[in-house]
């Protein structure tokens, strides 16, 4: 079953920008609603050198269940934009096209279509707004999340950033989505329960503050949470948190406890001094877990310098995707009645006609991708654009889990060629053009010019 996640479900219909109505009015007034098709992808962009698809599970919730209830139609009708012949249209309204897509986890690079819609131009038209607002945000946080991954050397890696996210829908999304990227879990609790992902937690600094001392607010955490604690221990003095924490341990006669936390300082010298006092005190297995504005840069420079770092929660740096903070990604008209359709602005030529997209892997690295029309054939490739919807229907209707989902990332990173996984370096791989969709191109540019 498809798990829409944390939104207000009811008026999601609405959802949208008000051209893509009024368009669509002038296509219902014109009957010029033969089939289209539609393609969302993302341009080349400075500091990534490949994406990882996610969201298209709330984009298929979306697209099988939008309908336009009674109170959707008489709230259009108030604004006097929308004829009743319109309406009566909308109040009937469902998908009947077809979606293909590349499946969540599939990398992908730019100008490839990622998602793929063929149905009559007023439904393929009305799902632009949800379909980029969806994936843009989904593919930011996946990335983002691989990024991490990729330098974490298999650190225990944490979504901590709800509290900074944009919105609780953005703050569900970053949950779910990092952990498709390699994440271990995630602090939103309502996410773990509606994705099915393990949650984790340590304590804040106002837990400390708010009792007399540093070791009574530990010894009652402790008590309570055992060997599952995590002290936080930078409130007042690190060095001595940490030394207070050994204490409560001991006092407690805990064989063994969680860790500690560092949350500010200087994480390098902190940890290996941490590591050092935990280590004396017979808790070698006690970990260290580093939050505070963490990044897969931070994360890189730490673990190169040798902290002895067991884990890491990232927070605001994730949920915002702050160095790449929204993508240059669209939805563009390709097809309309079985005639190829190309836009020529400037610096954003899109590849006409529907298509597909195939990709090369020898000795388990990806050689390159090639994008085709949709029913060319490549021998020795693999095609990446799979069918969701047929008709209306969803192919399969047991959508596959985050742990699937999650595994099939992992799985797809290993077949990046080494100088793509840099995190530092712009390394352009653009996809190929087969010779057929260049032939009509050119057929296209001649006849616009």
Known sequence: ML?????????????????????????FDKGIND?????????????????????????????????FEKE???????????????????????????????????????YE????????????????????????????????????????????????????AHGTDAGMKAARNSFIGGFAGTSNVLAGKEFNIPIFGTMAHSFI??????????????????????????????????????????????????????DSGDI????????????????????????????????????DNNAPIDGFGVGTELVVSSDLPYLDCAYKLVEYAKKPKIKLSPQKITLPAKKQVYRIIKEGIIQKDIITLFDEKLEEANPLLKPFIINGELVEKNYPSLNQIKEKSLNNFKTLPEELKDIYKKYEFLPEISKSLKDIMEKLKKEVS
């Open 268 to 303: 390098i010298t902190l940890s290996k001094e941490a590591r050092k006092i935990l280590d004396e005190n017979g808790y070698k297995d006690a970990t260290i877990f580093v939050s505070g504005s963490m990044n897969e840069y931070k994360i890189k420079e730490f673990l």
């Open 113 to 164: 279509p990622v998602v793929v819609v063929e149905a009559p131009l007023i439904q393929a038209q009305i799902l632009e707004t949800f379909i980029i607002n969806t994936m843009q945000i989904s593919i930011l946080i996946a990335t983002k999340a691989l990024r991490c991954y990729s330098v974490a050397k298999d650190k225990l890696l944490v979504e901590f950033g709800l509290r900074r």
């Open 209 to 262: 503050m708010a009792h007399n001392s540093e070791k009574e607010a530990f010894l009652n955490f402790a008590f309570k949470y055992k060997e599952n604690t995590i002290f936080l221990v930078d409130t007042y003095d690190t060095i001595q948190g940490v030394k207070n924490a050994v204490e409560v341990a001991k006092y407690l006669n805990l064989k063994t406890f969680k860790g500690i936390r560092l």
């Open 35 to 67: 089939v289209a098709v539609f393609e969302f992808f993302v341009r080349d962009t400075e500091n990534r050198n490949y994406f990882l698809n996610a969201g298209l599970e709330q984009v298929l919730y979306y697209i099988s269940n939008i309908r």
């Open 3 to 27: 798990n829409f996640g944390f939104v207000n479900q009811k008026n999601f219909s609405l959802l949208t920008d008000l051209y893509e109505l009024t368009m669509a009015q002038i296509y």
């Open 72 to 110: 959707e139609i008489e709230y259009l009708r108030t604004t006097g934009k929308f004829s009743d012949e319109f309406l009566k249209y909308l109040k009937d309204f469902k998908f009947t096209g077809n979606l293909y897509a590349m499946e969540e986890g599939e990398i992908f690079f730019p």
